[in-house]
C-alpha cells in the first residue's frame, strides 16, 4: 500500500517526538518516500541530523534557508502538493489548535495548509491535556475538516501519570495508514480467487505432462489485484514466481485436480474468480507407483479428461463474477466467444498466439477483454503489469457491487 508513496512527516514538539525515527524507518521500509518538516520545538526532542538520514532527504524546520551567502525559502506549497500524504505525529495541543484556527506560523503549519492530500494526525500529550475540552475540539474540528486522527493510546506517560494520551505506536501509525489507503482502493472489501501457472499431471513419481506456463500473468493479476484492495487467494500450479505481498494467499497445487479442490474450497467467498491457469486437459489415467523403466520401441499412456475447472465454476457460481482466459490460434473471437458461453463466464480475455510478444514465458502480452454482452475491448502489447490493471479495470467497470 505504501509503496512508491510520498508521505510528508510532520513532527512537532512532544516526547514521543523520538518515536518518529522508528516511524521513519517503518515507512521507508514499506517502500515510501518521506520528507521531514520539523517544528522548531521538536529539535529538542529528536535529532533532525537522525532524521535526514534514515529518511534520505534533507529535513526542513524554517520558510527561510541561508548557506554559504545566499538566501533560498523552503516552498511550503510545493512541498503540500508533492505529497500523496501527509502525517503529523507527534501532534501536539498547540499544534493541533493551531491546525483547527488556521495559523500559520510556521513551516508545517504552512505545508498543512497548502496539502491537497489526506491528512492524518496522531496527538500525543499528557492525558488532561488530552481530554480538555479544546483539545477535542480541534480534533473534532481537523475531523470536520476531513482529516483522519490516529487515537492516541493509554499508558504511562513523560509525567508520570496513567492514562490516555500516549501517541500510537509507530507500527499502528503505519497500519492506520495502510487501511486508510487500501480502503479508497477499488476492490477494497473484495476477495477474488486467481489459478495461475501451469499444472503438472503424472505419470510415475519423477515423470508429468506439463506446459510451458510461467505463471507471470496469473502473479501479475494477483499483484494487481492485491494493490487495487483486494483480498488475493492465488491457486498456484508450479511456477518459480514469488510472492511477498501479504494481502495475497498462495495456495500451492500441482494437478488440475487439486487446482479444482482448492478452487471450489474458497469459490462461495469470493466475489471474482479469474482462472488464468494452463490446466493440462488430460492425466494419465494410472499413474505408477513406482518409476516406470523402459521396454519396448515405444509406449502408450492413457488419458482421460481432467475437470475443468472454471467451467466447473460457473455451473455452481451464485453471483461470482467470473473470467476465464482462451488461448486461440485461429477464428479468435468467434472461439472465445463460444467459451464464454459454454463455461458460463461473464467475460473472458482473449490471447491470440498469431501476436508477437503474446503468451507464454514473455513479460509482455496483447489481450481482447470480452464480456458477456459481446462488449470487446481490445488493448494494446504492454507488460504483464500493465495488462493486469487494465483487466481488473474492466471487471471493475461490470460489478454490480
Ligand atoms: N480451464 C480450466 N480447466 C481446464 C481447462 C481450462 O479452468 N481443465 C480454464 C483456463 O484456465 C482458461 C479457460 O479455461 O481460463 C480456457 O481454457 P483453454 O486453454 O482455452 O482451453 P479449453 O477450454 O480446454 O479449450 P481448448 O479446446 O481450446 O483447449
Redesign the pocket.
Known amino acids: 500500500m505504501l509503496v512508491s508513496k510520498r508521505i510528508l512527516l510532520g513532527i512537532t514538539g512532544g516526547i514521543a517526538a523520538y518515536k518518529t525515527t522508528f516511524l521513519t524507518r517503518l515507512l521507508i521500509q514499506a517502500g515510501a518516500e518521506v520528507r521531514i518538516v520539523m517544528t522548531p520545538a521538536s529539535a529538542d526532542f529528536v535529532s533532525p541530523l537522525t532524521l535526514a538520514t534514515l529518511s534520505k532527504n534533507e529535513v526542513l524546520s524554517s520558510f527561510v534557508r541561508e548557506e554559504d551567502g545566499t538566501v533560498d525559502w523552503n516552498n511550503h506549497v510545493e512541498l503540500g502538493l508533492w505529497a500523496d500524504l501527509m502525517l503529523i505525529a507527534p501532534a501536539t495541543a498547540n499544534t493541533l489548535s493551531r491546525m483547527a484556527s488556521g495559523a500559520c506560523d510556521n513551516l508545517l503549519l504552512a505545508c498543512y495548509l497548502s496539502a491537497k492530500c489526506p491528512v492524518f494526525v496522531a496527538p500525543a500529550m499528557d492525558l488532561d491535556m488530552y481530554k480538555h475540552p479544546s483539545t477535542q475540539k480541534s480534533l473534532k474540528t481537523l475531523m470536520d475538516y476531513g482529516n483522519s486522527v490516529i487515537p492516541a493510546e493509554s499508558g504511562e506517560l513523560a509525567s508520570g501519570l496513567i492514562g490516555e494520551g500516549r501517541m500510537a505506536e509507530p507500527e499502528t501509525i503505519v497500519a492506520h495508514l495502510q487501511a486508510a489507503l487500501r480502503a479508497k482502493q477499488p476492490f477494497s472489501g473484495k476477495k477474488i480467487l486467481i489459478?495461475a501457472g501451469p499444472t503438472y499431471e503424472a505419470i510415475d513419481p519423477v515423470r508429468f505432462i506439463g506446459n510451458h506456463s510461467s505463471g507471470k500473468m496469473g502473479y501479475a493479476l494477483a499483484e494487481a489485484a492485491a494493490a487495487m484492495g483486494a483480498e488475493v487467494i492465488l491457486v498456484s500450479g508450479p511456477t518459480a514466481l514469488k510472492i511477498a505481498d501479504p494481502q495475497i494467499r498462495v495456495i500451492p497445487v500441482v494437478s488440475?485436480v487439486e487446482m479444482h479442490t482448492e478452487s471450489r474450497r474458497y469459490f462461495k467467498e469470493m466475489d471474482i474468480v479469474i482462472?488464468?491457469?494452463?490446466?493440462a486437459?488430460y492425466r494419465p489415467e494410472h499413474p505408477a507407483s513406482e518409476k516406470l523403466k523402459k521396454t519396448g520401441d515405444s509406449m502408450q499412456i492413457n488419458l482421460v479428461r481432467?475437470?475443468?475447472?472454471?467451467?466447473s465454476l460457473g455451473r455452481e457460481k451464485t453471483g461470482q463474477f467470473l473470467v476465464?482466459?482462451?488461448?486461440e490460434t485461429e477464428n479468435e473471437l468467434a472461439y472465445a466467444k463460444k467459451?464464454l458461453k459454454e463455461?458460463n463466464l461473464d467475460a473472458i480475455v482473449l490471447n491470440s498466439l498469431r501476436d508477437t510478444g503474446a503468451g507464454f514465458g514473455s513479460d509482455t502480452n496483447k489481450v481482447t477483454f470480452i464480456d458477456k454482452n459481446s462488449e470487446i475491448t481490445p488493448f494494446e502489447l504492454k507488460t504483464k503489469a500493465e495488462v493486469a490493471t487494465d483487466l481488473l479495470h474492466e471487471i471493475h467497470k461490470r460489478l454490480k457491487d
Open positions: 489459478t488440475a482462472g488464468a491457469a494452463a490446466v486437459d481432467n475437470p475443468d475447472i472454471i467451467a476465464g482466459f482462451a488461448l467459451k463455461k
